[in-house]
């Protein structure tokens, strides 16, 4: 299994765009990355898949370079609802027997 | 749609005691999980399974079992219940593909105390 790394917490105000960078150094060539979200007392959500250049859906857009070793989630003009520990996973169905493994994430934190 | 259900939302056991955290989707997915999650901190998978009849265990598997004899149930099992096992529970299903982890959906959790 590729490891992550992303930063334990980052501070942000409404209306900017927060960038949340995941370094996964040593990803092998079928594995995706994959981000969730999660708000306090909830279940982890799905947020955003991508293997390779730039993905984009309504809640984010997803960087990642042509190397691979590291993805960028971004999330345009965030509300103070977009507080939330955000998870940066990378993995293969087959490999990682689809084992979901979740590492620290990021604190997100929106103030006013 | 219900999608992943977890019961109960809450419980509080004693020492020593034993239950079983019941987890049902109804989305036909193959894979299901069960995760702890301590406060602050981020998921750790207790037991996954890949399909009904098979299951294994994940990063901490100590003090629990699970059990997969429908496409539907994954319930866990906590046989003499330790304070260090007071956590929140979630339950989570997933269909996969083999080729890639597609979107997995999580239960609401289950807020376990042990005194």
């Known amino acids: 299994l590729a490891k992550t790394t992303q930063p334990i917490s980052m501070d942000s105000y409404e209306g900017q765009e927060v960038n949340i960078t995941c370094s996964h150094n040593n990803i092998a060539t079928n594995d995706y990355i994959t981000w969730y979200q999660q708000f306090p007392s909830q279940g982890p959500r799905f947020i955003i898949q991508g293997y390779k250049t730039k993905v984009t859906n309504e809640v984010a857009s997803l960087f990642i370079p042509a190397d691979r070793k590291s993805s960028t989630l971004s999330l345009p003009r965030v509300s103070l609802s977009d507080t939330a520990v955000y998870y940066c996973l990378v993995g293969d169905g087959w490999a990682a027997g689809n084992k979901l493994t979740f590492g620290g994430g990021t604190r997100v934190l929106v103030k006013p | 749609n219900a999608g992943v259900t977890q019961t109960p939302k809450f419980r509080i056991l004693k020492i020593g005691q034993s239950m079983t955290l019941q987890c049902t989707q109804d989305?036909?997915?193959?894979?299901m999980y069960w995760y702890r999650q301590d406060p602050g901190m981020g998921l750790k998978l207790i037991y996954y399974?890949?399909?009904?009849?098979?299951?294994d265990k994940g990063e901490v598997p100590n003090g629990y079992n699970v059990s997969r004899s429908t496409t539907e149930d994954f319930p866990l099992r906590l046989e003499l219940a330790a304070p260090s096992q007071t956590s929140v529970y979630f339950c989570?299903?997933?269909?996969?593909?083999?080729?890639?982890?597609?979107?997995?959906?999580f239960g609401q959790g289950t807020r376990l105390t042990v005194v």
């Open positions: 989305m036909n997915h193959n894979y």
């Open positions: 399974s890949v399909g009904a009849g098979i299951t």
């Open positions: 989570a299903s997933s269909y996969s593909l083999g080729v890639v982890d597609t979107e997995a959906f």
